[in-house]
C-alpha cells in the first residue's frame, strides 16, 4: 500500500508464533472497543489511508501486533474479494479477542460511515433534484473522474510489472468495453491464467499447515454460510424470486466474492450491471454514490449501499423509504457477512497461505485485469460527465459508446482539469478536492454562467 512497507512475501512461522513475553500488549476488550471505534470514525481517504491509520494505531502506538504480523495479515487480506482494509480490522480483532474481537473490529469499522452514507442517500434520494443539490453534485461528478483516474494509476504502477500483466489488462479492457463480457468471467480468465502460468516449485518448503483442525474449518465454514445466507433466503421467501429486493440480494453476494481490487473494480461490475443492464441507476447516480463514499469514513465499497437504497428506493414499489432502507441493510449484509467468513475461516492459515506461489501468481493476474476494468471505468464515466448525449450501438459481439461531439460540457471538462491540478499536482486531500470542485460548480450555477 501506498504509506506501508510492501508486503511480506512468505514466512516461516506455522500458526504465527506468540511473541516473546512482554513484546506485545494486550488490551482487554474495553480499551479494543474504544481503538476500534476511533479507528471508524476516522477512516476517510480510501484503503491506502485506512491501512497506514491501523498500522500507526495498533503496530505502532498500541503494539498489539508486531510488523510482520500485520504484513502477513496484509497480504493475506489482499488475495481476498472485498474491502482488504476492513478484513484486516477484523483480522486483528479476531487475533486479540476471537470471533467477538474479530466482530467488534469489523463492524466498528463499517458502522460510522454506513450511518453517514445512509443519512446522505436518503437526503439525495429525497432532494437530488433541487438545483442547488444538482449543482454541488455536478461539481463532484467532475472530481470523482479524476479520482478513478489517479486510481487507475496508483493501482497500475503496482500491478503492470511484466508483459502477460500488460496484455492480460488489454485484453480485460477490451472484452468488457467492447464485447460486454461480465466481470466475473474476465476476473476467472485472469486467474486461471496466473494460477497456471506460476512456477509451483517456487513454494517455501518450510511453509506448513497450521494445527488447526480441518473438522474446525468446516464448522466454522458452514457457520458463516448459514449466517450469510439465512437472511437473504429469508427475503426471497417473504418477496418471491422476482421482487427486487430479491434481486438485490443475490446480486450483492455474487458481487462480494467477484470484486478483486477494490471498490474501483466494484464500480466497473456495477456500471455494467446496475446500469446498462438492469436500469436500477443511471451513470450520473453511479457517480454521485462513489463521490459520497469518498467523502465519508469507513472502507469506499460502501458505495454498494448508496446503490442498494437507489435502486430499491426507485424500483421496489410500496414505501420508498422502507424499501430503500431495505436495499441498505441487504446491500451490507450481502458486502460484509462474507468478509467475516473469509477471515473467521483462513486466519488461522494465513502464514501457509501466502507462501503459495500460484495463488499469489493468480492474484497478480486479477489485479492486472482490474487495471483494464478501471480503465473501461475511466472511460464510461467519462463519455456520460462530458458529454450530454451518449449513443450505445451494437454491432454483432461489439458494442461501441459514441458521443455527440457537439453536446460537451466544458463547465465540466473545466472542473476536471482543475481537480486534475489540485489532485494529481498540488496533491490535495480528496475530500478538500471534492469540496473544491462542489463549491466551484455551485458558484458557477449561481451565477448563471451554465
Given at each position: 500500500?501506498?504509506?506501508?512497507?510492501?508486503?511480506?512475501?512468505?514466512?516461516?512461522?506455522?500458526?504465527?508464533?506468540?511473541?516473546?513475553?512482554?513484546?506485545?500488549?494486550?488490551?482487554?476488550?474495553?480499551?479494543?472497543?474504544?481503538?476500534?471505534?476511533?479507528?471508524?470514525?476516522?477512516?476517510?481517504?480510501?484503503?491506502?489511508?485506512?491501512?497506514?491509520?491501523?498500522?500507526?494505531?495498533?503496530?505502532?502506538?498500541?503494539?498489539?501486533?508486531?510488523?510482520?504480523?500485520?504484513?502477513?495479515?496484509?497480504?493475506?487480506?489482499?488475495?481476498?474479494?472485498?474491502?482488504?482494509?476492513?478484513?484486516?480490522?477484523?483480522?486483528?480483532?479476531?487475533?486479540?479477542?476471537?470471533?467477538?474481537?474479530?466482530?467488534?473490529?469489523?463492524?466498528?469499522?463499517?458502522?460510522?460511515?454506513?450511518?453517514?452514507?445512509?443519512?446522505?442517500?436518503?437526503?439525495?434520494?429525497?432532494?437530488?433534484?433541487?438545483?442547488?443539490?444538482?449543482?454541488?453534485?455536478?461539481?463532484?461528478?467532475?472530481?470523482?473522474?479524476?479520482?478513478?483516474?489517479?486510481?487507475?494509476?496508483?493501482?497500475?504502477?503496482?500491478?503492470?510489472?511484466?508483459?502477460?500483466?500488460?496484455?492480460?489488462?488489454?485484453?480485460?479492457?477490451?472484452?468488457?468495453?467492447?464485447?460486454?463480457?461480465?466481470?466475473?468471467?474476465?476476473?476467472?480468465?485472469?486467474?486461471?491464467?496466473?494460477?497456471?502460468?506460476?512456477?509451483?516449485?517456487?513454494?517455501?518448503?518450510?511453509?506448513?499447515?497450521?494445527?488447526?483442525?480441518?473438522?474446525?474449518?468446516?464448522?466454522?465454514?458452514?457457520?458463516?454460510?448459514?449466517?450469510?445466507?439465512?437472511?437473504?433466503?429469508?427475503?426471497?421467501?417473504?418477496?418471491?424470486?422476482?421482487?427486487?429486493?430479491?434481486?438485490?440480494?443475490?446480486?450483492?453476494?455474487?458481487?462480494?466474492?467477484?470484486?478483486?481490487?477494490?471498490?474501483?473494480?466494484?464500480?466497473?461490475?456495477?456500471?455494467?450491471?446496475?446500469?446498462?443492464?438492469?436500469?436500477?441507476?443511471?451513470?450520473?447516480?453511479?457517480?454521485?454514490?462513489?463521490?459520497?463514499?469518498?467523502?465519508?469514513?469507513?472502507?469506499?465499497?460502501?458505495?454498494?449501499?448508496?446503490?442498494?437504497?437507489?435502486?430499491?428506493?426507485?424500483?421496489?414499489?410500496?414505501?420508498?423509504?422502507?424499501?430503500?432502507?431495505?436495499?441498505?441493510?441487504?446491500?451490507?449484509?450481502?458486502?460484509?457477512?462474507?468478509?467475516?467468513?473469509?477471515?473467521?475461516?483462513?486466519?488461522?492459515?494465513?502464514?501457509?497461505?501466502?507462501?503459495?506461489?500460484?495463488?499469489?501468481?493468480?492474484?497478480?493476474?486479477?489485479?492486472?485485469?482490474?487495471?483494464?476494468?478501471?480503465?473501461?471505468?475511466?472511460?464510461?464515466?467519462?463519455?456520460?460527465?462530458?458529454?450530454?448525449?451518449?449513443?450505445?450501438?451494437?454491432?454483432?459481439?461489439?458494442?461501441?459508446?459514441?458521443?455527440?461531439?457537439?453536446?460537451?460540457?466544458?463547465?465540466a471538462l473545466a472542473l476536471a482539469c482543475l481537480s486534475a491540478y489540485l489532485l494529481l499536482y498540488r496533491h490535495w486531500p480528496i475530500a478538500a478536492t471534492l469540496t473544491a470542485s462542489a463549491s466551484i460548480a455551485l458558484a458557477i450555477k449561481l451565477s448563471g454562467i451554465a
Amino acid at each position: 500500500m501506498d504509506n506501508l512497507p510492501n508486503p511480506a512475501q512468505s514466512t516461516t512461522d506455522q500458526d504465527i508464533k506468540p511473541e516473546a513475553p512482554g513484546s506485545l500488549a494486550q488490551p482487554d476488550i474495553r480499551e479494543a472497543v474504544q481503538a476500534w471505534a476511533k479507528i471508524g470514525i476516522l477512516s476517510f481517504g480510501g484503503p491506502a489511508a485506512q491501512i497506514a491509520l491501523m498500522h500507526k494505531v495498533i503496530v505502532e502506538e498500541k503494539r498489539w501486533l508486531t510488523e510482520q504480523q500485520y504484513l502477513n495479515a496484509l497480504s493475506f487480506c489482499m488475495l481476498l474479494p472485498g474491502p482488504e482494509a476492513m478484513q484486516l480490522a477484523t483480522y486483528a480483532g479476531w487475533r486479540l479477542h476471537g470471533i467477538i474481537g474479530g466482530l467488534i473490529a469489523g463492524l466498528l469499522f463499517v458502522l460510522p460511515g454506513a450511518l453517514v452514507v445512509l443519512t446522505l442517500s436518503i437526503i439525495y434520494a429525497l432532494f437530488g433534484n433541487v438545483p442547488f443539490v444538482e449543482a454541488l453534485f455536478f461539481g463532484v461528478k467532475a472530481a470523482v473522474f479524476v479520482i478513478i483516474i489517479e486510481a487507475l494509476l496508483r493501482i497500475a504502477k503496482k500491478a503492470l510489472h511484466q508483459k502477460s500483466h500488460w496484455l492480460i489488462a488489454g485484453l480485460s479492457f477490451v472484452a468488457i468495453f467492447f464485447l460486454s463480457l461480465p466481470f466475473p468471467l474476465i476476473i476467472l480468465a485472469a486467474a486461471i491464467f496466473g494460477y497456471l502460468n506460476t512456477d509451483r516449485n517456487l513454494l517455501s518448503e518450510t511453509a506448513t499447515l497450521p494445527h488447526k483442525g480441518f473438522r474446525h474449518s468446516v464448522k466454522t465454514l458452514t457457520i458463516w454460510l448459514i449466517i450469510w445466507f439465512t437472511p437473504l433466503l429469508a427475503v426471497m421467501a417473504y418477496f418471491g424470486n422476482n421482487h427486487l429486493l430479491t434481486e438485490l440480494s443475490w446480486f450483492f453476494s455474487k458481487l462480494a466474492v467477484v470484486t478483486f481490487g477494490g471498490a474501483y473494480a466494484v464500480l466497473a461490475y456495477m456500471g455494467q450491471d446496475v446500469v446498462e443492464l438492469r436500469g436500477w441507476l443511471e451513470a450520473g447516480q453511479m457517480l454521485d454514490g462513489l463521490g459520497l463514499a469518498e467523502t465519508t469514513p469507513g472502507p469506499l465499497i460502501l458505495v454498494t449501499q448508496f446503490v442498494g437504497f437507489l435502486a430499491a428506493f426507485q424500483h421496489a414499489g410500496g414505501s420508498p423509504l422502507l424499501m430503500g432502507l431495505a436495499g441498505t441493510l441487504i446491500a451490507l449484509w450481502a458486502t460484509f457477512a462474507p468478509c467475516f467468513l473469509f477471515i473467521f475461516v483462513g486466519a488461522p492459515y494465513i502464514e501457509w497461505i501466502i507462501a503459495q506461489p500460484r495463488l499469489k501468481g493468480a492474484l497478480n493476474a486479477i489485479i492486472a485485469a482490474v487495471v483494464g476494468v478501471i480503465l473501461n471505468l475511466a472511460i464510461w464515466f467519462a463519455l456520460h460527465v462530458f458529454f450530454k448525449t451518449v449513443t450505445k450501438t451494437e454491432s454483432g459481439p461489439f458494442t461501441l459508446w459514441q458521443p455527440d461531439l457537439s453536446t460537451i460540457d466544458l463547465s465540466a471538462l473545466a472542473l476536471a482539469c482543475l481537480s486534475a491540478y489540485l489532485l494529481l499536482y498540488r496533491h490535495w486531500p480528496i475530500a478538500a478536492t471534492l469540496t473544491a470542485s462542489a463549491s466551484i460548480a455551485l458558484a458557477i450555477k449561481l451565477s448563471g454562467i451554465a
